[in-house]
């Protein structure tokens, strides 16, 4: 069936980087856009940053642009999140998420906890 | 960028009855709209987008209305597993925003 998988997440120190992957199953990942959102503990949810289904388009929430990159590998089926300069605040669960407009196929999440 | 309120923050419904949610924009997203539902520890599920279709699988107690600024998630006859936290989105511009959520739980 149609899922997506989300690795990579860890307790890492302020000012560290940690790169988060995507591994989609069950349908064409070539032809389908994709999202990182992320919800902070106790919180909501809170969009980070999009790929078009060819690589070649990028969007970020103001937030993460400049220090996080969102890049794809349609040959391997896999979305990357490159977090740089990470701070308390990007402390969440990242879910990887399927869609161009309304996001229809989310993963389960992984955690990161940015704590010294 | 456009700013998503959802009221109210909490609903105490009790198993049977219906739930109203709300979801106001800060400007016209036309009807570019989506809820989600999100049970604990689970990423969340699509429900509606256009502010109406139903998502694959979605029951039809579950129905969206509105356009515009304004929008309404209608759950008729909540059942067990209803009781969850609900989402608005909308992706007429970007960056893409949710609202606050509106958690509905049992009274």
């Known amino acids: 069936q149609e899922q997506l998988v989300e690795s990579g997440g860890a307790v890492v120190q302020p000012g560290r980087a940690l790169r988060l992957s995507c591994a989609a199953s069950?349908?064409?990942?070539?032809?389908?856009?994709m999202h990182w959102v992320r919800q902070p503990p106790g919180k909501g949810l809170e969009w980070v940053a999009f790929?078009?289904?060819?690589?070649?388009?990028?969007y970020y929430a103001d937030y993460v642009k400049g220090r996080f990159t969102i890049s794809r590998d349609n040959s391997k089926n896999t979305v990357s999140l490159q977090m740089n300069s990470l701070g308390a605040e990007d402390t969440a669960v990242y879910y990887c998420?399927?869609?161009?407009?309304?996001?229809?196929?989310w993963g389960n999440g992984t955690t990161v906890i940015v704590s010294s | 960028e456009i700013v998503m309120t959802q009221s109210p923050g909490t609903l105490s419904v009790s198993p049977g009855e219906s739930a109203t949610l709300s979801c106001r924009a800060s400007?016209?997203?036309?009807?570019?709209l989506a809820w989600y539902q999100q049970t604990p520890g689970q990423g969340p599920t699509l429900l509606i987008y256009?502010?109406?279709t139903r998502a694959t699988g979605i029951p039809p107690r579950f129905s969206g209305s509105g356009s515009g600024t304004e929008f309404t998630l209608t759950i008729s006859s909540l059942q067990s597993e209803d009781f969850a936290v609900y989402y608005c989105?909308?992706?007429?511009?970007?960056?893409?925003?949710f609202g606050q959520g509106t958690k509905v739980e049992i009274k």
């Open positions: 998420v399927r869609g161009f407009r309304y996001m229809d196929l």
């Open positions: 069950g349908y064409t990942f070539s032809s389908q856009a």
């Open positions: 790929i078009s289904y060819h690589g070649s388009a990028q």
């Open positions: 400007q016209s997203v036309i009807r570019d």
């Open positions: 256009d502010a109406s």
């Open positions: 989105q909308q992706y007429n511009k970007w960056p893409r925003t």
